[in-house]
């Protein structure tokens, strides 16, 4: 599988006959947890997780006390999750392309950002140092179902975490009676990011990770 997301336009050729498009469903819940993990191994190969493992709590557990490029870690319960698609990149216009239509030549990147509530700022301080690191996130819903790019969108047996860019954890915003006190974590995926993006379900509520309960020390 070619894990590189393409951008429009990358080697793109006219087809001589239209493909056939499958409709077919898919949805992902409210993001609840994020899982960070390194983009690459020790020999620069992309990282990837079997899917089997994003069904078990046990085997999570276990990459989350690894030494070397397979470790996992947890973000804090995310809330308020916004997602802002990027648009399309032109280029042309009148007096410059042929009939003033300008051509699609890219995708702009998709803004991230969800709110972390009543965290300790050395929290914050760790998260921020993911930013100097080529890193990639798979999302957790409320049900233990994980997105990432996957293998095989009918059959997925790997995943791979999505790559991150301009990774931002805000300062504290303090809370009064009325409110928490929050950070802000952000982050941006390129153009094309979500092409090759699927979820694993979570088969049996019993071994799957509680997002909202598990590893939150």
């Known amino acids: 599988m070619n894990t590189l997301i393409n951008l429009l336009g990358c080697g793109c050729s006219e087809q001589s006959v239209l ?6 469903s898919e949805s992902f819940g409210e993001t609840q947890r994020l899982l960070f993990m390194k983009l690459y191994d020790d020999t620069g ?16 557990a276990a990459l989350r006390g690894a030494i070397d ?4 870690v947890f973000s804090p319960v995310v809330h308020e999750p916004s997602t802002s ?30 709110v972390m509530r009543n ?16 890193i990639g996130v798979i999302r957790f819903d409320a049900c233990g179902n994980a997105e990432g790019i996957v293998d095989d969108h009918d059959a997925p047996t790997t995943i791979m975490p999505v ?8 300062d504290k915003s303090h809370g009064n009676g009325q409110s928490a006190e929050k950070n802000v974590l952000s982050f941006k995926h390129i153009g094309g990011w979500s092409e090759k993006v699927g979820v694993v379900k979570a088969d049996d509520p019993t071994l799957a990770l509680n997002p909202l309960l598990d590893f939150l020390t």
């Open 85 to 114: 698609p990027g648009g399309a990149r032109l280029d042309g216009g009148v007096g410059t392309t042929a009939g003033g239509v300008e051509e699609v030549v890219g995708i702009d990147p998709t803004e991230v950002s969800f």
């Open 69 to 72: 490029h397979t470790k996992i």
């Open 45 to 60: 190969a992309l990282n990837t997780i079997p899917a089997a493992t994003l069904k078990s709590k046990s085997a999570l």
């Open 119 to 134: 965290v300790r700022q050395d929290t914050v301080t760790l998260l921020r140092k993911f930013g100097c690191t080529p």
């Open 163 to 170: 790559p991150v860019n301009t990774l931002f954890v805000g």
């Open 19 to 24: 493909s056939d498009v499958a409709i077919r």
